[in-house]
T-cell receptor
Framework: DAGVTQSPTHLIKTRGQQVTLRCSPI?????VSWYQQVLGQGPQFIFQ???????GRGNFPDRFSARQFPNYSSELNVNALLLGDSALYLC?????????????FGQGTRLTVV | GESVGLHLPTLSVQEGDNSIINCAYS??????FIWYKQESGKGPQFIID?????DKRQGQRVTVLLNKTVKHLSLQIAATQPGDSAVYFC???????????FGQGTRLTINP
């Protein structure tokens, strides 16, 4: 069975540009969450989506947005990129949005802003 | 309650020895805790979880201990192997919100 898949794996962008990252959850999982992991730190929560609705948002500026599609895949968009947006962006999927259930992470997208 | 720290604590152990990795969590209302293993260039990999109504849970070669009084979580790895070398993160959540708050992380190095 395929795990959580993210694309692209690596990306280089210039300051001020926009980027779209993609995530396909594990089959049957309806919840997708996005995390940012800066080098040397733990992942930081950005968004959670369930059944195409935003269910949670972390402390990130409005330049960050996301959406979930009917097939439960998700996109994370970041506008007006800053150097500080360089990080590993992780997607996690889980079966439900409530209850304590395991979240499975993808390999991440390594974004470098130059 | 957000993860902090630019310099990861490091734990070095001999192959075959037992390892204990500690974590202090931030929210006394958190009711679900997970340990993740992250190898270089990869996403976090689930190791074991525990709910707040338990104080100990065992898996294959791993044991998680939860002390809610002092908001402390530990991961014990028995008979460590070279493949156990990685960064280990604890994570907490509240009321199943699925917003995981990650700890600082500990780099585990296994010496041959």
């Amino acid at each position: 069975d395929a795990g959580v898949t993210q694309s692209p794996t690596h990306l280089i962008k210039t300051r001020g540009q926009q980027v779209t990252l993609r995530c396909s959850p594990i089959s049957g999982h309806k919840s997708v969450s996005w995390y940012q992991q800066v080098l040397g730190q733990g992942p930081q929560f950005i968004f959670q989506y369930y059944e195409k609705e935003e269910r949670g948002r972390g402390n990130f500026p409005d330049r960050f947005s996301a959406r979930q599609f009917p097939n439960y895949s998700s996109e994370l968009n970041v506008n007006a990129l800053l150097l500080g947006d360089s990080a590993l962006y992780l997607c996690a999927s889980s079966f439900t949005v409530t209850g304590n259930t395991e979240a499975f992470f993808g390999q991440g997208t390594r974004l470098t802003v130059v | 309650g957000e993860s902090v720290g630019l310099h990861l604590p490091t734990l070095s152990v001999q192959e075959g020895d037992n390892s204990i990795i500690n974590c202090a969590y931030s929210n006394s209302a958190s009711d679900y805790f997970i340990w993740y293993k992250q190898e270089s260039g990869k996403g976090p990999q689930f190791i074991i979880d525990i709910r707040s109504n338990m104080d100990k849970r065992q898996g294959q070669r791993v044991t998680v201990l939860l002390n809610k009084t002092v908001k402390h979580l530990s991961l014990q790895i028995a008979a460590t192997q070279p493949g156990d070398s990685a960064v280990y993160f604890c994570a907490e959540s509240f009321q199943g919100a699925q917003k995981l708050v990650f700890g600082q992380g500990t780099r585990l190095t296994i010496n041959p």
